[in-house]
């Protein structure tokens, strides 16, 4: 599921994602299966994008922050919890 699937492939695979972010190496498998299957519905958890950032830019993979965003359907859907507005 994306945007993990094309994240985790443009730094090189599962593998060497897990050692960047120092999880298991079943982690960013999981990051690309859907909820209903365990997954996290190809969202990469917040606490590993700075890792996953700093390593791209050091091995010279153009990467973004808004390239962990969902798709635009995906959000659209309500799939994944959109932040609610604080009540004055």
């Known amino acids: 599921m994306e945007p993990a699937r ?3 492939k443009r730094l090189g695979g ?3 994602v897990a050692a960047v972010t120092g999880t298991a190496y079943t982690a960013p498998y999981r990051w690309q299966y859907a909820k209903a299957k365990g997954g996290t519905g190809g969202v990469i958890p917040q606490r590993h994008h700075r890792r996953l950032l ?3 830019a ?3 993979v153009a990467l973004q922050p808004e ?3 969902p798709p635009a359907e995906v959000a ?3 799939a994944i919890l ?3 507005p604080e009540a004055l």
């Open 58 to 60: 050091k091995v010279g």
């Open 14 to 16: 599962e593998a060497a």
């Open 82 to 84: 959109q932040p609610q």
């Open 67 to 69: 390239d962990f965003l």
């Open 54 to 56: 700093s390593f791209a």
């Open 6 to 8: 094309s994240i985790i």
């Open 76 to 78: 659209a859907s309500g």
